[in-house]
T-cell receptor, first 111, second 112 residues
């Protein structure tokens, strides 16, 4: 079954509101990656976190890797219509030989 | 630098027909993947190849076969297409220690 879950599945926000998606793994991840897929497009890599407790920022996006390296979050401050899409987390499960993707969170933004 | 190239971009098949989706990457990556994505849904792993010469089943392998022809190429074959296989198919590759994955543009497949 799916070992990397994301919540919420879907969120609809007013432009300017903040947005957060959470990623939870059943096992430890050696790294966590975040991807964005625009409607009709393909997933595109955003960022990778490696260290326990690591926080990285990209403009309005803040990414965090949990202390136990089993969870992560992506926070968007003051959403814009250009943020619309589906956000996926992904990572190699401990001792795994492949990337496992999360279930994804679809973000819609009302202008 | 082309990255990951998938062909074709669009395909319509009749039930029972066969076809092969081609994927090639020019980044010297060991790991390659095939995913399917149904409308409004996440990515479901069909097959993956951790290195040249090896392939393994993912979540939804039934009805598909794969070939890792060499380090660059990883193809997906539908032997007898079914309407349930209507989906968007993505090929991807990732680098050492399973870091950043690169995706192809996708193949939009319709089976009628």
């Amino acid at each position: 079954g799916q070992q990397v879950m994301q919540i919420p599945q879907y969120q609809h926000v007013q432009e300017g509101e903040d947005f957060t998606t959470y990623c939870n793994s059943s096992t430890t991840l050696s790294n966590i990656q975040w991807y964005k897929q625009r409607p009709g497009g393909h997933p595109v890599f955003l960022i990778q976190l490696v260290k326990s407790g690591e926080v990285k920022k990209q403009k309005r996006l803040t990414f965090q890797f949990g202390e136990a390296k089993k969870n992560s979050s992506l926070h968007i401050t003051a959403t814009q219509t250009t943020d619309v899409g589906t956000y996926f987390c992904a990572g190699p499960l401990r001792s795994g030989d492949k990337l496992t993707f999360g279930t994804g969170t679809r973000l819609a933004v009302r202008p | 630098n082309a990255g990951v190239t998938q062909t074709p971009k669009f395909q319509v098949l009749k039930t029972g027909q066969s076809m092969t989706l081609q994927c090639a990457q020019d980044m010297n990556h060991n790991s390659m993947y095939w995913y399917r994505q149904d409308p409004g849904m996440g990515l479901r792993l069909i097959y993956y190849s951790a290195s040249e010469g090896t392939t393994d089943k993912g979540e939804v392998p039934n009805g598909y076969n794969v070939s890792r022809l060499n380090k660059r190429e990883f193809s997906l074959r539908l032997e007898s297409a079914a309407p349930s296989q209507t989906s968007v198919y993505f090929c991807a590759s990732s680098g050492p220690r399973l870091t950043e994955a690169f995706f192809g543009q996708g193949t939009r497949l319709t089976v009628v």
